[in-house]
């Protein structure tokens, strides 16, 4: 079986992520051929050169679109003969149809990647591509229902978690010096500072725990400008709230914290909540797009009210009153992740996909 995967590039995100731990399982499997093409040369998972696996470039020289991909990445597949093309975004989805259609490869799609509670103009795109689709592959229901994706040939794999990615991680002392963290409690969010993720509504809660207690620290972890935030915070609240920017090592960051969250304006399945679950630490996340998924509200964490800096106030100060309960919310996400979330069942899953198309055309 030879497998093309079509992807922009490998920065740091959740579905990057997920696709390299995908090449890394399939690239143990005998008689297996991999080719990954990328538009960009942006690759921040570096392990990906260690992987039997041909990286091709057809690099887009326009910001947006650029219809010489189309004739690019047709001529790679002529060359390549892959017996399927897997396509992981939007454009690559759309670029991908002339050499699927001619070349009469099947093509698996897993541009679904979120749950937005409003769709925006790039809706077009998925619905351009999904009559040539022979799977259309989301990370939650969530997704396949806000983008009314043709059930018929469609199906719900989730995230894969690594637990090898979170064993051996530094000690907790050594990384709370290293940021210079030394209250009692932490509670963190990871996630990038851009129009999809709600920090105006975790600092607010932030400052409404400070007011009440000032054991806490609060750490915010990602790339994007972070400047419009923090002029939200009064001066005496910034020694206890901290802008650690983007990190490579956000597993041992996270495993200081006493408490995740994620409050966002539509997830499919986030990776920053699976990666805090697999480290037994109890969630508080915004209930929309598929985190009511991975969350047992009342059990491994909160479902919060969107925007309600209110709710996820409460919710951190009764876990912080409670730490015991606090443990056991963490100890049953673990559970979770470990039940629906491995990483064997999503490449177990993915490999159950690619031997039923390629059955179809057979037949």
Known sequence: MRILFFIENLRSGGKERRLV?????????????????????EIHYK???????????VERKYLKKDPRIFFLFFKLVKQIK???IHVWGNMVAVYAIPAKVLFRIPMINSQITNAPQELSKGFFNHRLT???SDKIVANSYAGLNIYQAPLHKSQVIYNGFNFERVRNLPNSDLVRKRFSIYGKYVIGMIATFSDKKDYNTFIKAAIEVLIQRKDVTFICVGSGDDSVIRAMIPTEFLPN????????????????????????YGEGISNA?????????????????GTPELIEDGKSGYLLKPFSSDDLTSREMELLNDCDFAKEMGARGKEIVQQKFGIDQMTTN??????????????
Do not use: W
């Not at 143990?28 to 040369?41: A, G, S």
């Not at 709230?241 to 006493?258: A, N, T, Y």
């Open 241 to 264: 709230i901290r802008f650690l920017g983007k990190q490579d090592d956000v597993e041992s960051i996270m495993s200081i914290c006493d408490i995740g969250v994620l409050c966002t």
């Open 21 to 41: 731990e995908l090449l890394k399982r399939l690239s143990t499997i005998e008689n297996m051929t991999l080719d990954l093409v990328l538009t960009k040369r």
């Open 273 to 289: 909540l699976l990666e805090f679950a697999s480290l037994g630490k109890p969630i508080l996340a915004s209930n929309n797009g």
């Open 130 to 132: 999904f009559p040539f």
């Open 350 to 363: 993915f490999l159950q996909v690619y031997k039923e198309c390629l059955k179809k055309i057979v037949e």
């Open 82 to 84: 892959p017996d399927l």
């Open 47 to 57: 392990e990906i050169h260690e992987l039997p696996v041909t990286i091709h470039y």
